[in-house]
């Protein structure tokens, strides 16, 4: 089905100026955003998504900002809008962190950015909780087995450059399984200036006393938590790729 798309121009109004300005912007401060998006050449927003503001779909919100598909030219990118009570003063360093994973090929790519906006690549597809509720039947360990990998691999490419997530420990908020790739998203509250934890907390999330490690365990049975802590002890002591590939058999993907 089309999507339908919204001129931001319409976006000055309530209810759709409580998208722009979230949670309560001033009729100069959504003025001061549409001309920012003007200048950014997006002209027009689809409400669609898991997420609510109100009764209007979106992609998602976080503490920093909410998330809304848009387009730029003829394509569809994922926007990202700083909320008017965030703490952060602007979306700089986000999209600096966003350009350092992507140099490394993880996360969504970023397209552009100014003080209230970023502009990422739109990953159409489910977050990892919704869709493990959705596999059944033939292939579904396999379908499993390699999605998790690839999203170890990406943290693993994390720990290698002293980058840490953040938030890794909810996976439903932040894996999205779409059908060519896996993709780690939001990287708002990500640093490189505390010890990384990627391949730690995931591992944790996906495996140990999780309602995540409750689903994984009923479509394959995985080794024993005492091996699997035993084999994330060893990687925390040295985060080598010998030690990482000692974890991937133990967790048999």
């Known amino acids: 089905m089309a999507r339908s798309f919204i001129s931001i121009k319409k976006f000055i109004k309530k209810p759709y100026s409580n998208i722009l300005g979230y949670p309560n912007a001033t009729n100069r401060q959504i003025k001061s955003r549409i001309n920012e998006l003007e200048k950014l050449k997006i002209k027009s927003i689809c409400l669609t998504g898991p997420t609510t503001i109100g009764n209007l779909e979106i992609l998602g919100k976080g503490y920093v900002g909410v998330v809304v598909l848009v387009k730029k030219g003829n394509?569809?990118?994922?926007?990202?809008?700083?909320?008017?009570?965030?703490?952060?003063?602007?979306?700089?360093?986000?999209?600096?962190?966003?350009?350092?994973?992507?140099?490394?090929?993880?996360?969504?790519?970023?397209?552009?950015?100014?003080?209230?906006?970023?502009?990422?690549?739109?990953?159409?597809?489910?977050?990892?909780?919704?869709?493990?509720?959705?596999?059944?039947?033939?292939?579904?360990?396999?379908q499993l087995k390699s999605t998790i990998r690839s999203v170890l691999e990406d943290c693993f490419r994390l720990d290698q450059i002293g980058f840490d997530h953040g938030e890794l420990s909810n996976i439903s908020k932040h894996v999205i399984?779409?059908?060519?790739?896996?993709?780690?998203?939001?990287?708002?509250?990500?640093?490189?200036?505390?010890?990384?934890?990627?391949?730690?907390?995931?591992?944790?999330?996906?495996?140990?006393?999780?309602?995540?490690?409750?689903?994984?365990?009923?479509?394959?049975?995985?080794?024993?938590?005492?091996?699997?802590?035993?084999?994330?002890?060893?990687?925390?002591?040295?985060?080598?790729?010998?030690?990482?590939?000692?974890?991937?058999?133990?967790?048999?993907?």
């Open 75 to 142: 394509k569809e990118f994922a926007l990202k809008i700083r909320r008017i009570d965030s703490q952060r003063e602007n979306m700089k360093n986000e999209s600096v962190l966003l350009k350092l994973v992507n140099s490394i090929n993880v996360g969504p790519k970023i397209i552009d950015s100014s003080k209230n906006f970023l502009i990422m690549e739109y990953i159409d597809g489910e977050k990892f909780s919704d869709w493990i509720s959705m596999l059944k039947g033939v292939g579904s360990t396999s």
């Open 177 to 253: 399984v779409g059908k060519n790739k896996v993709t780690l998203i939001d990287f708002e509250s990500s640093s490189t200036k505390r010890r990384p934890s990627n391949v730690t907390s995931i591992t944790q999330a996906f495996f140990i006393g999780s309602g995540i490690a409750k689903q994984v365990q009923k479509i394959y049975k995985n080794s024993s938590k005492e091996k699997i802590i035993g084999a994330l002890k060893s990687y925390k002591q040295e985060k080598t790729r010998e030690n990482f590939e000692k974890l991937l058999i133990i967790l048999k993907v």
